[in-house]
């Protein structure tokens, strides 16, 4: 029998990506439901399907293009949403008969479902649009009479400060996002909550916190708890730590009575009820306007009070997708730990027991959790993004011991025919005394280790992120053009403990980020590096990073700028969300007293002058994050300055270049040809 010889890795190879996300194992553990999301050549687009697998039998079941697969709660049926005309459909799988039922027809997209406990009731979030608001349409004068089908768009009105938000393709749709209860029986669609209040939808996504958006039934089936900011606006300067002040509440089911819980200082998010009914978990932080603050798990009883912590034993950042253990003992949470993604089990009393650390996420990114979901049966099995060095994740199933189970999908298979680069973990010594930082090396499989390779210095964004060992389809392809890619995690990565991203605060970038020569001085001195071809490049806050290390240093041969923010005093008005940046990431807005030298200090643009390594900026034309005038103003800096430096600008697309695949073939062919210039 022959065997097929694995060919290398191509640029078209996205095309082929077929990446697993939000799992979700069946109350009795028979049935997984996934989706499945891959880039479609003929729309240029992601699109994503739901697939549910039984486990009794290994049959799949494809469901099509849908989102949000729920389980009822005894398990013999799926809720998913799905597209249907202009508006959306809530739909119902039955598990015995394979066919599917539409529950409801709604002209808004439904978020956040969540059955009762006795499956009578379906909740979930949804937009409740505004009364008009412009005063032109409201009072429309006399001339509007003249307008045809040839005239221009009319001015777009606005009064909110949020009007853009990344991922978003247009100004943000206004209206709040409330409560709703789906009658299963009847039919009937009744609004539980009210108000100027969000209590889901795009604008409670904010940086690493949910201030929104999970629902979480009482174990009766009267009350709902959720997480959220019920602060009603008010006159006067903008309040930053209100803003993100979510705070637990209770909604009657009945009445739509609303009951503040918690009183905690800071936000209070994701908040769970335990299946016994006794306790609310949360995730959340003391608020003291940090750049960063490590989530920390709470604990609180179900009826109110004071919220007890249960920190990591060495002050980890764990995600906002706690879920309680069946027999309420304690829950499981996500954390990244030294590039891993980790499944860990957290009594109340505080012991912390890591699962496993072979947690997927990355998208093929190569980013630890970068999607956070897993789900837990009545039993303890888990369902999980299983991630590896080698192919895209799977979906595989875990006991709530941590004993593995089984790999139940197969979509990285069309991987076992590319010649896949082996990555090697590595850690170097910095100028800082006692600091080493963690990098992943990933280098052509077929060349001698002796052999100098061009180097690819591969920075991440965040910057409170990490990279890990995981699947990276980008450092892949590069490997296979021949360039070794090197991956490190600079101070502030997420999975090091609090003291490493509390460098950064209101300082980045900085003198210290300069330690990522000494990283590549460590890489060349193990040898297989050739010292005269060493590339930069850096997406989003790794585009920050790689502007100011040019603007220090002339070791590398090029270098590609990508979506970054050059100047903080510029970006602090534009970027999508005023609201946190100037309050946050930076002490405060740039028109308070010092702000102009501190944000100056601290921008690639101040530097500019001295840099003379040729240089690509890159970057989408519907960017919110870091707006595109961010990498106009810089190219425009370095041409005026002499360096030889070019801008691509990608038409119809945002931060990361998420919404067309060809775009990411695109910046890698002008990088692959910027690099060998």
């Not at 980013?367 to 590896?388: K, T």
Request: glycine content about 8%.
């Amino acid at each position: 029998m022959s065997h097929q010889h694995p060919v290398a890795i191509e640029s078209q190879d996205h095309f082929s990506l077929k990446l697993p996300g939000d799992p979700q194992i069946s109350p009795d553990g028979r049935h997984v439901a996934y989706l499945r999301t891959y880039a479609d050549v003929q729309t240029d687009s992601w699109l994503t399907e739901l697939c549910v697998i039984d486990r009794s039998t290994d049959t799949r079941f494809e469901l099509g293009e849908a989102s949000q697969p729920r389980w009822m709660p005894d398990g013999a049926s799926l809720t998913y949403v799905r597209a249907s005309g202009s508006g959306f459909d809530i739909a119902l799988w039955d598990c015995e008969s394979a066919a599917s039922q539409v529950l409801i027809s709604l002209d808004e997209a439904p978020s956040s479902l969540s059955w009762s406990p006795a499956g009578d009731q379906l909740a979930f979030v949804m937009r409740v649009p505004p009364e008009e608001s412009d005063p032109l349409v409201i009072n429309k004068p006399a001339w509007q009479k003249l307008r045809t089908e040839q005239w221009c768009a009319p001015g777009i009105y606005s009064d909110k400060l949020i009007r853009r938000l990344e991922g978003e393709y247009g100004d943000m749709k206004q209206g709040y996002y409330h409560i709703f209860l789906l009658n299963r029986a009847n039919g009937q669609l009744k609004q539980l909550s009210n108000g100027p209040y969000n209590h889901g939808g795009p604008v409670t996504a904010l940086v690493k916190m949910s201030l929104a958006g999970r629902l979480s039934w009482a174990p009766d089936g009267h009350h709902i708890v959720m997480s959220m900011v019920r602060n009603s606006s008010s006159a006067g300067p903008f309040d930053p730590v209100a803003n993100i002040a979510a705070a637990v509440f209770e909604f009657t089911v009945a009445s739509g009575a609303v009951r503040q819980l918690s009183n905690f200082p800071g936000p209070a998010c994701d908040a769970t009820i335990s299946p016994d009914g006794r306790w609310i978990a949360f995730v959340g932080f003391q608020n003291q306007r940090k750049s960063f603050h490590t989530n920390v798990l709470h604990i609180m009883p179900r009826d109110g009070g004071e919220a007890r912590a249960i920190a990591h034993p060495e002050r980890m950042e764990i995600h906002q997708v706690a879920q309680w253990l069946p027999d309420s003992s304690g829950l499981i949470v996500l954390q990244p730990h030294e590039g891993d993604g980790c499944l860990v089990k957290v009594s109340l009393d505080g012991q912390w027991t890591t699962l496993t650390r072979d947690v997927g996420g990355g998208a093929a990114t190569g980013y630890v959790i970068y999607q956070r979901a897993y789900s837990m049966a009545r039993d303890g099995q888990i369902a999980y993004l299983r991630g590896s060095t080698s192919h895209t994740d799977e979906v595989a199933s875990l006991t709530a011991d941590g004993k593995p189970g089984h790999i139940l999908t197969q979509e990285s298979a069309w991987l076992s025919q590319r010649a896949i680069a082996p990555i090697e973990t590595i850690w170097s010594p910095t100028r800082k005394p006692g600091t080493r930082w963690q990098s992943w090396l990933v280098r052509p499989a077929d060349r001698p280790a002796d052999e100098l390779l061009p180097l690819i210095v591969w920075l991440h964004g965040g910057p409170y992120l990490a990279w890990g060992p995981q699947f990276c389809i980008l450092a892949q392809i590069w490997a296979a053009r021949g360039y070794a890619v090197l991956m490190p995690n600079p101070r502030g990565s997420l999975g090091y403990g609090q003291a490493c991203t509390e460098e950064l605060h209101h300082d980045f970038p900085g003198v210290d980020d300069l330690q990522v020569l000494d990283v590549i001085d460590d890489i060349v001195a193990r040898g297989g590096i050739d010292p005269k071809r060493i590339h930069l490049a850096g997406e989003s806050a790794g585009g920050v990073m790689t502007s100011w290390l040019i603007g220090h240093s002339d070791r590398f041969a090029t270098a590609a700028v990508i979506y970054g923010v050059m100047d903080w005093t510029s970006s602090a008005l534009t970027v999508d969300r005023p609201d946190y940046y100037n309050f946050y990431t930076q002490p405060n807005p740039p028109w308070e007293p010092g702000m102009n030298e501190h944000n100056w200090r601290r921008s690639p643009l101040s530097v500019v002058n001295r840099v003379r390594t040729p240089t690509i900026v890159i970057c989408g034309e519907r960017d919110w994050r870091t707006p595109i005038s961010q990498s106009e103003m810089y190219f425009t800096a370095l041409k005026l300055c002499g360096v030889d430096a070019a801008l691509v600008r990608y038409p119809d697309n945002n931060h990361s270049l998420e919404w067309h695949p060809s775009h990411w073939l695109d910046l890698i062919e002008h990088l692959d040809i910027w690099f060998k210039r």
